[in-house]
């Protein structure tokens, strides 16, 4: 069964500053997905970023971006010139593949609040 | 605004009862998924289905049971409801498993179970 680890249950960053959220895992599968979610005070679930396992160029999405790790099996979020709005819980999710059974099942991490201070 | 909508909002009701809680999936999407996020369980994956049929299965109790419907909207039916079945129940939505794997999450059902 797969597992998702996030060892900083709270960080806090400065605004404008940068700030790496960590997240490991474990699976016997090569073929999957991992995504990071937020879910501010709203408790509204919004994908932050998704990377494909295949892919070894790290996944970026404005702000945002990741550093993946396949062999170490870490999947770490960078937020750089955070801002107040970027204040929330963040959740790492692993998916698995199409390629195998039970393809849409996923796992999640149990979450990091992010403080920005201003 | 994801697209996703689901009803109620807020549900409390009383141990031993049954609920249904409903979610329409944005247009175009063919998946429906259910998670449970409780304090003590963290976020959970229950069931999916793709066009009608049950796709993948999670952590979902044999108390609990979900349809997908021909116009493809999902419910989810909650039975001898118990304290710890108190949480937030969220439906998520996608193309398709094979197309493309970017869930879109619905505002979430919150179940009060007293």
């Known amino acids: 069964a797969q597992t998702v680890t996030q060892s900083q249950p709270e960080m806090s960053v400065q605004e404008a500053e940068t700030v790496t959220l960590s997240c490991t895992y474990d699976?016997?599968?090569?073929?999957?997905?991992l995504f990071w979610y937020k879910q501010p005070p709203s408790r509204q679930m919004i994908l932050v970023i998704r990377?494909?396992?295949?892919?070894?160029q790290n996944a970026t999405e404005n702000r945002f971006s990741v550093n993946f790790q396949k062999a170490a099996k870490s999947f770490s979020l960078k937020i750089s010139d955070s801002q107040l709005g970027d204040a929330a819980m963040y959740f790492c999710?692993?998916?698995?593949?199409?390629?195998?059974?039970?393809?849409?099942?996923?796992?999640f991490g149990d979450g990091t609040t992010l403080t920005v201070k201003p | 605004d994801s697209g996703v909508t689901q009803t109620p909002k807020h549900l409390i009701t009383a141990t031993g009862q049954r609920v249904t809680l409903r979610c329409s999936p944005r247009s175009g999407d063919l998946s429906v998924y259910w998670y449970q996020q409780s304090l003590d369980q963290g976020l959970q994956f229950l069931i999916q289905y793709y066009n009608g049929e049950e796709r993948a299965k999670g952590n979902i109790l044999e108390r609990f049971s979900a349809q997908q419907f021909p116009d493809l909207h999902s419910e989810l039916n909650l039975s001898s409801l118990e304290l710890g079945d108190s949480a937030l129940y969220f439906c998520?939505?996608?193309?398709?498993?094979?197309?493309?794997?970017?869930?879109?999450f619905g505002p979430g059902t919150r179940l009060t179970v007293t």
């Open positions: 699976t016997s599968e090569s073929d999957y997905y």
């Open positions: 998520a939505s996608s193309e398709g498993p094979l197309l493309t794997y970017e869930q879109y």
């Open positions: 990377q494909e396992a295949y892919k070894q």
């Open positions: 999710a692993y998916r698995r593949s199409a390629n195998n059974t039970n393809a849409g099942k996923s796992t």
